[in-house]
């Protein structure tokens, strides 16, 4: 991921002034907002980033902008701004998916390193989306009698077993499990597992 931007919403200027420095500072380009309506009016699905989010504004508060993401069904993980003794805030932001909360006044090391790992976090649930459809894409070549071999290898059957379960010869098995195994360009069975695993298959008996 090569956007590295922070959306910063907070009322008090001092702050958006002060972590915006810092922050830029550390390498990320920074974007701040005064309240929590001005970042909704301009946020969008495809933005990318991390969002730092004060707790307590006038008008809007942290909460219901949390809220009005969640909604939207805008994923980018947000790192919500408390003041002191606003825990029970905090606690009810995490709930509501915040990936963490500081409490102001806050160093600057803190803040940086929250900042990091929210974007660790990002770039490897991108990963993770990447691997998933390129394993989902490699599944779909396979045919329907392919696939439920592969449904039975992740259910731990042997070609014995598979053989029984779907009523065929266990040369007929090894045939569609070489023709499989093929098509997945996996070279050995814990690759195709993997795969398998990867999209999603065997999840239901998990």
Request: with cysteine.
């Amino acid at each position: 991921m090569t956007n590295r931007t922070v959306y910063l919403v907070d009322d008090d200027e001092a702050i958006r002034h002060s972590a915006s420095f810092m922050l830029r500072h550390a390498g990320y380009l920074v974007k701040t907002y005064p309240d929590g309506m001005s970042f909704l009016e301009q946020v969008t699905s495809d933005m990318d980033g991390c969002i730092l989010l004060d707790v307590r504004m006038p008008g809007m508060d942290g909460l219901a902008v949390q809220s009005a993401l969640n909604q939207r069904g805008i994923k980018m993980p947000v790192i919500v701004l408390t003041g002191h003794g606003d825990v029970p805030v905090a606690v009810e932001a995490m709930k509501g998916g915040a990936i963490e909360f500081l409490e102001k006044p806050y160093e600057k090391h803190t803040l940086v390193t929250a900042i990091t790992n929210a974007f660790e976090q990002l770039d490897t649930e991108t990963a993770d989306d990447r691997r998933s459809k390129d394993a989902q894409a490699r599944l779909s070549a396979l045919t329907p009698r392919e696939m439920e071999v592969l449904e039975c290898l992740v259910a731990g059957l042997t070609n014995k077993g598979i053989a029984q379960a779907l009523s065929i010869s266990p040369r007929t098995v090894e045939i569609h499990r070489a023709h499989m195994m093929e098509k997945l360009e996996a070279e050995s069975l814990s690759s195709a597992l993997r795969l398998a695993f990867v999209a999603g298959i065997g999840s239901e008996q998990a």
